[in-house]
């Protein structure tokens, strides 16, 4: 299984309600990221979990908050967004966060809009 | 500081042309790696080719072509014969090294928008 999914594909959420985003990889990774991408412009790094510990915290606001369950679930928590945190939100997973193996294996995205 | 970037914003060919993607990096470290995704209109980010600071061969898959120059801190893509399905965003990015492996962190250029008419 050489996949990372993600769900939902799509969101639409208004800016009082909370939703979370999921992620998940099969492949033995023990590195998983969180990056958000907007049109037209390259992802941008969010967060970053090595061995299920946060690991790289990019200054995100405190109205996204990730969670790394286990080695093969990565979650993002949502709560109080606005209107221009809609973007593509994109998982990835690398074996590990630091060495030569290391190529990010990403995910399909969640399409999110907040309204 | 470290940096990618991709001059080229948007390329349009027509099916069965070949084409260069160019990609220049800035970094001070001496081990590092640099990567290609392609961004189809799907959203996904494919992964193409990894290649490591002390690794200079060009490499070559199927229509896919790499050409590393540590001279000009480029690494450049060619598609050859281009396709339809080829159309998508590449993205070049550049991960920094010490002690032999990666940081972790992928520095992404811009990307660049291909665009193959039939």
């Known amino acids: 299984d050489t996949e990372v999914t993600q769900t939902p594909k799509h969101l639409v959420m208004g800016m009082t309600n909370k939703k979370s985003l999921k992620c998940e990889q099969h492949m033995g990774h023990r590195a998983m990221y969180w990056y958000k991408q907007k049109a037209k412009k390259p992802p941008e790094l969010m967060f970053v979990y090595s061995y299920e510990k946060l690991s790289i915290n990019e200054s995100v606001p405190s109205r996204f908050s990730p969670e790394c369950p286990n080695s093969s679930l990565l979650n993002l928590h949502l709560h109080a967004l606005q209107p221009e945190d809609s973007a593509l939100y994109l998982c990835?997973?690398?074996?590990?966060?630091?060495?030569?193996?290391?190529?990010?294996?990403f995910g399909p995205g969640t399409r999110l809009t907040v309204l | 500081a470290q940096k990618v970037t991709q001059a080229q914003t948007e390329i349009s060919v027509v099916e069965k042309e070949d084409v260069t993607l160019d990609c220049v990096y800035e970094t001070r470290d001496t081990t590092y790696y640099l990567f290609w995704y392609k961004q189809p209109p799907s959203g996904e980010l494919v992964f193409l080719i990894r290649r490591n600071s002390f690794d200079e061969q060009n490499e070559i898959s199927g229509r896919y072509s790499w050409n590393f120059q540590k001279s000009t801190s480029s690494f450049n893509f060619t598609i050859t014969a281009s396709q339809v399905v080829d159309s998508a965003v590449y993205f070049c990015?550049?991960?920094?090294?010490?002690?032999?492996?990666?940081?972790?962190?992928?520095?992404f250029g811009k990307g660049t928008k291909l665009s193959v008419k039939p």
């Open positions: 990015a550049l991960s920094p090294g010490n002690y032999g492996g990666s940081q972790g962190n992928l520095i």
């Open positions: 990835a997973s690398s074996p590990l966060l630091r060495g030569p193996s290391n190529e990010q294996f």
